[in-house]
C-alpha cells in the first residue's frame, strides 16, 4: 500500500487502513513522517496514524504544531484514555510545552466569552480539544506537574476535565495551593463544577468532606443529574454514611412520580445499593430492586433492570421477592445473564434455583455470547456462567464455552479493527477463567 501515499486519491484510504492496525509498522514510518512534516490536507491524519502506531517520532512531530493537528491531538489522547492498557506517548518537554501553550490558548478564549471551536464549522474534535489537553495531561500524572498553572487557569471553565487532571498531576505534600484552590472552588459556584472540584480533592488527599457537602443538598433535588451525584457517593465508600438519610430517602420515592426514565431508575438502584451496602437493611431496598426489575420489557430500558437484578444478588436469599420478574427476565436475550446471576444467589447451594435446572440457566445466557457481538454483553454472560459454575454444564455446553477461549472466530464485533482484537482477548481470557483453565 505505500506507493499509494503518493497519490492524493488514494493517500486517505491508506492511512484509514494503517490508523485501524495500532500495532507496530515500522516500515510504514519514512513514508507517514514525509507526510506529516508537509503541509497537504492530509498531514494531520498522517501523523495521527504515526500517534497510533506509537512512533518514536510522533512526539516531537506533534510538538512542533499542536495547535494545528486537531487529528493527531485526538489520536494522542485515546493512547491515554480509551486503550486498554493506556499507551500515553512520552512526556517529553517538548510536547508538554506546547500541551501547555495550547490549553492557555483554550482558557483565554473561555476567559474572553469567546469558544475555541464550532461543532458545526470545526467539527466535534475542536470543540473537545480541552477534554484532550488535559487528558493527555492526567495521562502523564506527576511528570506532568509543570502544566498546574495551567490547570488552576482551566479550572473554571472545564472543572471536571481539569480537576481530574490536578488530581493526577498534582502531589497533595508539594502542591498545597492546588488543594486549597480545588477546596475554593468545591464551596462556591455552580454545582456542577463543585461536585467536579470536590471529586478532585478527594482523589488527591483522600478528604471526603468537601465532596460530601456538596453532595448532601444535590441528592435531595429531582432532575437528570442526580444519577451523577449518587455515582459520586457511592464511588466514597464507607465515608458516604453521612449521606444515608439522602440516600435513603431516594430509595423511598414514590415510584412512577419521580422515576420516570432510566436514568432516574438506575440512580434509585445505585442508591439502593450504596444503603444496602452500608446498613444491610433489605426491607427498605427490595421495593427499589422490584421497581427496577418492572422495566425489563420496555425498550432501550433492560439496562436498568439488568442493574436491579445485580443489586437482587446483593441480597440473596432476602430477594426472593423479586423470583417472578426474574424468571420473565430469562426469556430476553439481553436480559437473561443478569436474572441467571441473580437466581443463582437468591437460592445457593441448589442445582435448580427457583426450580429451574441449572443447566436450563446455562441455555438461556448463551445466545448473549455470539459473534459479532458487543464486549459488555458478552463478559455479563460469562459472569453469570462463572457464577453457575463449569461443573453444571452439559458436555455440548462446555464445548460452546471452550468454542469462546479457543476458537478461531472472533467473538467481539463492534469497535475499530484494533479494539476488537484486544476486546476479543479480553473475552477469551474470562472464558478461560470460566473453564478453569486460566488465572484468577
Do not use: K
Request: proline share 8%.
Amino acid at each position: 500500500m505505500l506507493p499509494l501515499l503518493d497519490t492524493a486519491a488514494t493517500a486517505g484510504d491508506v492511512l484509514e487502513a494503517v490508523s485501524q492496525w495500532g500495532e507496530p509498522a515500522p516500515q510504514a514510518v519514512p513514508a507517514l513522517v514525509a507526510l506529516a512534516e508537509g503541509t497537504s490536507e492530509v498531514a494531520d491524519f498522517a501523523l495521527a496514524v504515526l500517534v497510533s502506531l506509537g512512533a518514536p517520532e510522533a512526539s516531537d512531530l506533534l510538538a512542533r504544531d499542536l495547535a494545528q493537528r486537531p487529528l493527531a491531538l485526538e489520536a494522542a489522547w485515546a493512547r491515554t484514555t480509551t486503550r486498554r492498557p493506556p499507551a500515553p506517548l512520552p512526556c517529553t518537554t517538548p510536547l508538554l510545552d506546547a500541551v501547555r501553550v495550547c490549553l492557555a490558548a483554550v482558557t483565554a478564549e473561555g476567559t474572553r466569552g469567546g469558544r475555541r471551536g464550532s461543532l458545526l464549522t470545526d467539527g466535534l474534535t475542536a470543540v473537545n480539544e480541552p477534554v484532550y489537553l488535559t487528558g493527555l495531561l492526567a495521562g502523564w500524572g506527576r511528570s506532568a506537574r509543570a502544566a498546574i498553572p495551567e490547570l488552576l487557569d482551566a479550572l473554571t471553565h472545564r472543572p471536571s476535565v481539569a480537576g481530574r487532571a490536578l488530581a493526577a498531576v498534582a502531589d497533595a505534600r508539594l502542591d498545597p495551593h492546588v488543594i486549597t484552590a480545588l477546596r475554593s472552588f468545591a464551596e462556591a459556584g455552580p454545582r456542577q463544577g463543585r461536585v467536579a472540584s470536590a471529586t478532585a480533592l478527594h482523589a488527591l488527599t483522600g478528604d471526603a468532606s468537601a465532596l460530601v457537602a456538596v453532595l448532601g443538598p444535590a441528592l435531595g433535588e429531582r432532575g437528570e443529574p442526580r444519577d451523577q451525584w449518587v455515582r459520586a457517593a457511592v464511588s466514597l465508600g464507607g465515608q458516604a454514611r453521612s449521606l444515608l438519610p439522602q440516600l435513603s430517602a431516594m430509595v423511598a420515592e414514590p415510584c412512577r412520580e419521580t422515576r420516570a426514565s432510566v436514568a432516574a431508575v438506575r440512580a434509585g438502584l445505585a442508591a439502593a445499593r450504596a444503603v444496602w451496602e452500608l446498613t444491610g437493611d433489605q426491607e427498605s431496598v427490595l421495593p427499589m430492586v422490584l421497581e427496577g426489575l418492572t422495566w425489563a420489557s420496555g425498550p432501550w430500558a433492560h439496562q436498568a433492570a439488568n442493574s436491579a437484578a445485580e443489586v437482587a444478588a446483593l441480597l440473596g436469599p432476602d430477594a426472593r421477592p423479586a423470583v417472578p420478574h426474574l424468571l420473565a427476565m430469562l426469556d430476553r436475550p439481553d436480559t437473561a445473564a443478569a436474572a441467571a446471576r441473580a437466581l443463582v444467589a437468591v437460592h445457593p447451594g441448589t442445582d435448580r434455583p427457583a426450580g429451574v435446572p441449572l443447566t436450563d440457566l446455562v441455555d438461556r445466557v448463551l445466545p448473549a455470547v455470539v459473534p459479532g457481538g458487543h464486549l459488555h454483553s458478552a463478559l455479563a454472560a460469562l459472569h453469570a456462567l462463572a457464577a453457575i459454575g463449569p461443573a453444571a454444564f452439559t458436555p455440548a455446553q462446555l464445548d460452546r464455552v471452550r468454542l469462546l477461549a479457543d476458537g478461531d472466530r472472533r467473538v467481539v464485533g463492534s469497535g475499530s479493527h484494533t479494539e476488537i482484537i484486544h476486546d476479543d482477548m479480553e473475552l477469551r481470557a474470562v472464558a478461560r477463567r470460566v473453564l478453569g483453565d486460566g488465572p484468577e
